[in-house]
């Protein structure tokens, strides 16, 4: 048997990245053989080893085929027989198709080397097509790599709207679309993921609510860059620039819905945007099953972001309900991740990406001035239940409107 490695792992190396995960390809051995020299199976779709001490991921070579719609509809043919070449036409792309041995030397027969120097994410066959992941894995090095110039060459690009007006992309499922999008809004540039995938058409097939910011104005005086579209993919950069983690960069994302459903006849303006957005973001949530963390702020952020930017305004029992709301008591993380996208969301603004935040000082300072209010001393006047609760608020909103006032001394 012949072993080398392929996919990211030669990429990467050839990119001068770091290295994280290898790949392994095996050509020449079967199951048995595979068994036999204490290789763990795993996988219940494909062929594919663990390595009994280093744990790496080693599969034997295949050739694929489709038989049907989505991911299931696929049939795969894995024998000694299949060869290097054979297996890597199934990749994706040339530059994650090409395959190293042991002493670094490259099989590169799609030409992966000629298009990392070119900058260029291009498919490696048309059997790209059959399978609808791909257009998400694309538009994902797109974001990876676009620090690098990266860009998607214009055939593959066509292919990607090919597939997004077939309808193979309502094939994928939440799990598989999520894991791609989790991953490219991890990326340093997530907004190109979603440029991308609005590029070929497959934005308004999988998030049609974020599709439909594009072309929506703002008012210039709050949003100098107008385009809802174009202030969601900004703020989704804010994020990124500041390393925020994957919670935030959801509710980046989905913050300002809303807007896309506002009358045209009410433009620039989006009367109770944040209430309206609610139902969409629901909808994206539950379509990719996120998870729970990234629904809660995603619909915390979406309600409450306006709240945020006028913190130094509100009166205190406004301030309480938005502290109420958040369970700052006991989720002070989830409230710090709020005051987070909030502030990405004043910075994705053009022109305002320097402009300081001061609201989010200033709600970390309400949410520790709530958090003082001791309990033990309204027990101890015989408060229970009910009432214990109401004299807790109370307190609270003393100690709110001592913050305010002081605040603005
Ligand atoms: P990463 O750095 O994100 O791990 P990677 O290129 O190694 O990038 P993997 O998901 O680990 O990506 O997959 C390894 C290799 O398997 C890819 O480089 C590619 O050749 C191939 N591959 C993975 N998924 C697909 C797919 N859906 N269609 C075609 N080829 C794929
Ligand atoms: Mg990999």
Redesign the pocket.
């Known amino acids: 048997m012949q072993i080398y490695k392929?996919?990211?792992?030669v990429?990467?190396r050839l990119l001068g990245k770091p290295v994280?995960?290898i790949?392994w390809v095996v050509i020449g051995a079967t199951t048995e053989e595979m068994l036999a020299k204490g290789f763990r199976p795993v996988g219940a779709d494909f062929p594919v080893f663990l390595h009994p001490k280093s744990g790496e991921e080693y599969a034997l070579a295949r050739t694929e085929r489709k038989s049907g719609r989505g991911y299931g509809g696929f049939t795969f043919h894995a024998s000694p027989e299949v060869t290097l070449e054979e297996d890597l036409i199934?990749?994706?792309l040339t530059i994650?198709?090409m395959a190293e041995d042991d002493q670094q030397n490259l099989t590169d027969p799609y030409h992966g080397q000629r298009d990392l120097e070119a900058r260029l994410l291009r498919h490696v066959s048309p059997a790209f097509a059959e399978?609808p992941?791909?257009v998400l894995?694309v538009a994902r090095f797109a974001a990876r790599y676009a620090g690098l110039d990266f860009t998607v060459a214009s055939e593959t690009l066509e292919l990607m709207r090919q597939l997004s007006e077939s309808g193979e992309l309502e094939a994928l499922t939440a799990e598989r679309s999520w894991k791609e999008i989790s991953r490219a809004l991890m990326e340093d540039q997530p907004q190109v993921f979603i440029e991308v995938l609005r590029e070929c058409g497959a934005l308004k097939v999988l998030m049609p609510e974020v599709d439909a910011l594009f072309g929506v104005p703002q008012p210039e005086a709050h949003h100098p860059e107008i385009d809802t579209g174009a202030h969601t993919l900004s703020v989704l950069e804010q994020a990124a620039r500041h390393k925020q983690p994957l919670t935030v960069r959801w509710a980046c994302l989905l913050h300002d819905l809303g807007k896309g459903l506002t009358p045209k006849e009410e433009w620039p303006r989006h009367i109770a945007h944040e209430h309206k957005g609610l139902k969409l973001i629901k909808a994206v949530n539950e379509r990719f099953k996120a998870p729970k963390d990234c629904q809660e702020l995603a619909l915390l952020v979406g309600e409450y972001h306006t709240h945020g930017h006028r913190a130094l305004e509100l009166k205190p029992s406004t301030l309480l309900e938005l502290l109420q709301s958040f369970d700052v008591y006991r989720r002070p993380q989830r409230f710090e991740e709020f005051i987070a996208a909030c502030e990405m969301d004043a910075r994705g603004r053009k022109g305002l990406e320097q402009r300081s935040y001061p609201q989010a000082d200033y709600l970390r300072g309400a949410a520790n001035a709530a958090r003082t209010v001791a309990v033990q001393p309204l027990l101890e006047k015989g408060f229970k239940g009910l009432e214990l609760g109401e004299a807790i608020k109370r307190e609270r909103l003393k100690a709110l409107k001592a913050y305010k006032e002081a605040a603005s001394a």
């Open positions: 392929v996919g990211g792992a990429r990467d994280t995960d790949d199934r990749r994706d994650n198709a399978d992941l791909r894995r």
